[in-house]
């Protein structure tokens, strides 16, 4: 296992203090710190290529250069069969609204969408304002308190020969669990179903293979995987293609582009080539293989660096696990059983006794410790475990940059409070 811990040097705002201290970042599930070469690319695409799109000219020319590349270094980091399949927006949600309405086109009333309590709102509000309008049916996936992981048996309940849709994320925003997406999807495949799958939350954290899940769709965001505020949408070329988007009369009518509304963000698409770029080179070449890197795709550049970053983060997720644990009246909530490491990322969030949620947020935020606290919308999976009326959880988000130290120094601070 390396220690990734040595690539914040590449994060200029990892060096921000707070009366002195270093500020430490456990806010990452609510958005990454960017590394220096993707500030470079968002400030090179603006002095040197910011031009709109088919232009017969220089800036233009390099402009749709770059597009090009950053829809193949989008495919290379999900592993899709060719950079046509990747869609740009401003966001997760916007992306997921606007398919969401394009896959409307294929319902009837009765037809059903299956959603579940584990995810974003992001997945699911689209989906039930989409039953309303086309007289579909919603069916619920629950959770298993205990672990908060998804309740498989309910899923097989849920789905059936009605079902048109299944929506899931791919690793949950609040308490942490990977979902076993590969059954999900072949779960939805056995009745008929698309399969839609948000990676927001999973994308920072480990290898993503579109192509081996055999997904229909999947979505992520860029500002979470240490780029820009950029929205990103996996769909299979011949579902893409079959779909008719909402769209204006004069632009393209092939994917991706009739899914890319408007004028995209094109410096946060610069910025989002070189996130890819970042992770592609984060998991350092032993010397003797060097020279042999540029044999080496970009694809298995991307898969080993995001292995590595799954490696390492184990190891934070034990620290903070077991730490937490020590903490008088505090209670996690998620997977704690430190050899099912590989079913969480390190995302962990839990409740104090005797304080709210607020108060610890804003007591460790004094510290200069940023973590979250509430439902980060995450609204169901908060219901479903009573904890909204109380203010949701407390969440810690490591990624790579973390360290142990950091997560040593956020354990002192609640040994102190609790
Ligand atoms: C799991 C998950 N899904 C969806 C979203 C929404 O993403 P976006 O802000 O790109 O719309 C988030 C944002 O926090 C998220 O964590």
Redesign the pocket.
Known sequence: MVDLSQNRKYFPALNQTQDGKPVVFFDN??GTQCPQMVMDAVSGYLVNDNANHGGAFATSRRSDAMLHDAHQAMADMLGAASADEIVFGA????LTFSVSRALGQMLSPGDEIVVTRL??D??ISPWLLLAHDTGAVVRWVDIRKEDCTLDMADFERQISSKTKIVAT?Y???AVGTINDVKTIVEMAHAVGALAYI?A??YAPHGPIDVQALDCDFLVC?A??FFGPHV?VLYGKLDLLDRLSAYKVRPADDRPPYKFETGTLNHEGIAGTRAAVEYLAQISAQPASTRNLKSQISRRERVMAGMTAIKEYEKTLSARLISGLQQVKGLKIWGITDLAQLDRRVPTVSFTLEGHSPREIAEYLGRRGIFVWDGN???LAVMERLGLEPTGGMVRVGPVHYNTVEEINRLLGELESLS
Do not use: L
């Open positions: 599930p609510g966001n997760m949600t916007t995810d974003h992001a997945n994320g690793a949950s925003n948000d927001v939350q965001s500002y979470k929205g980060y919308y995450a």
